[in-house]
T-cell receptor, first 115, second 115 residues
Framework: DSGVTQTPKHLITATGQRVTLRCSPR?????VYWYQQSLDQGLQFLIQ???????AKGNILERFSAQQFPDLHSELNLSSLELGDSALYFC??????????????FGPGTRLTVT | DQQVKQNSPSLSVQEGRISILNCDYT??????FLWYKKYPAEGPTFLIS?????DKNEDGRFTVFLNKSAKHLSLHIVPSQPGDSAVYFC??????????????FGSGTQLTVLP
């Protein structure tokens, strides 16, 4: 158990809809990262937050947005969903004091299915 | 443009023998490299990492080698065990600014350890 929690575990929704994925980082971690893993693909970095502020942006679509709240949990909002958005979405955390910033610890993921 | 490549999608090894997983990268700005293991329906689990100032890091049965001139890293697992069967991802990162840490992942190698 990495200590990172994600909800929900599974999500099935229709095209055009909007969903929110939630992530709670490990206790003490200040950074949260979001990744997308489509079928047979590697992990694609979407976005990073550090202590509430956006720090790095990857291949995140304009239809997607994220935020990190004062209690450090994060939400990834996906809107105007398309069939191609079906994927596993992982959250990771890092930046506990005195630990390497690069070592990210992943949650179990949310499987999104768009029908 | 794949900055981190794992050219072998799969590898089969006999139990007790050495498993060698390879990874190549193109971005010379990468200064930190990691290996993750992933079981089905779980998030990636951090295994071992190496900084660009080193060429080898060892942790139990796992050793990571870094050849900066060839932009190549490898993960050695000795001896291999059936429980090691999983998808292995290599990842590379560099500091963008301050606490920003973006990891770029390879596409993964499915390791199967045969009893």
């Amino acid at each position: 158990d990495s200590g990172v929690t994600q909800t929900p575990k599974h999500l099935i929704t229709a095209t055009g809809q909007r969903v929110t994925l939630r992530c709670s980082p490990r206790s003490g971690d200040l950074s949260v990262y979001w990744y997308q893993q489509s079928l047979d693909q590697g992990l694609q970095f979407l976005i990073q937050y550090y202590n509430g502020e956006e720090r790095a942006k990857g291949n995140i679509l304009e239809r997607f947005s994220a935020q990190q709240f004062p209690d450090l949990h994060s939400e990834l909002n996906l809107s105007s969903l398309e069939l191609g958005d079906s994927a596993l979405y992982f959250c990771a955390s890092s930046a506990r004091q005195n630990s390497p910033l690069y070592e990210q610890y992943f949650g179990p993921g949310t499987r999104l299915t768009v029908t | 443009d794949q900055q981190v490549k794992q050219n072998s999608p799969s590898l089969s090894v006999q139990e007790g023998r050495i498993s060698i997983l390879n990874c190549d990268y193109t971005n010379s700005m990468f200064d930190y490299f990691l290996w993750y293991k992933k079981y089905p329906a779980e998030g990636p689990t951090f295994l071992i990492s190496i900084s660009s100032i080193k060429d080898k890091n060892e942790d139990g049965r796992f050793t990571v080698f870094l050849n900066k001139s060839a932009k190549h890293l490898s993960l050695h697992i000795v001896p291999s065990q059936p429980g090691d069967s999983a998808v292995y991802f290599c990842a590379a990162g560099y500091s963008i600014r301050g606490s920003a840490r973006q990891l770029t992942f390879g596409s993964g190698t499915q390791l199967t350890v045969l009893p």
